[in-house]
């Protein structure tokens, strides 16, 4: 069974870094389009930035420039390095994958991490 495991959320404050982490288990990790999602409380789930299999990416205008995604395939993980945070920044934040860019967000889902952007 694949398996997908998020760490790394905590309480910040605005203008703070926070890296997420996301190791997934089962074979051929390196195949998979990489997503994070994120949802805030009384939101639907949005999605962040993901990653091919190579070094396309792709992000949230609310987040270019603050955001980092990034995999490293000789450990089945996925990160998002997150900058100057904001309060807007609060959410679970979801990892998630596919086996294109055009199915990610309707495969298997982890069960999220904690961010809290507060004073």
């Known amino acids: 069974q694949v398996q997908l495991v998020e760490s790394g959320g905590d309480l910040v404050q605005p203008g703070g870094s926070l890296r997420l982490s996301c190791v997934a288990s089962?074979?051929?990790?390196?195949?998979?389009?990489m997503g994070w999602y994120r949802q805030a409380p009384g939101k639907q789930r949005e999605l962040v930035a993901s990653?091919?299999?190579?070094?396309?990416?792709n992000y949230a205008d609310s987040v270019k420039g603050r955001f980092t995604i990034s995999r490293d395939n000789t450990k089945n993980t996925m990160y998002l390095q997150m900058n100057s945070l904001k309060p807007a920044d609060t959410a679970v934040y979801y990892c998630?994958?596919?086996?294109?860019?055009?199915?990610?967000?309707?495969?298997?889902w982890g069960q999220g991490t904690q961010v809290t952007v507060s004073s």
């Open positions: 998630t994958r596919a086996i294109s860019l055009a199915q990610l967000g309707r495969g298997i």
């Open positions: 089962g074979s051929f990790f390196s195949t998979y389009v």
């Open positions: 990653i091919a299999k190579g070094v396309n990416t």
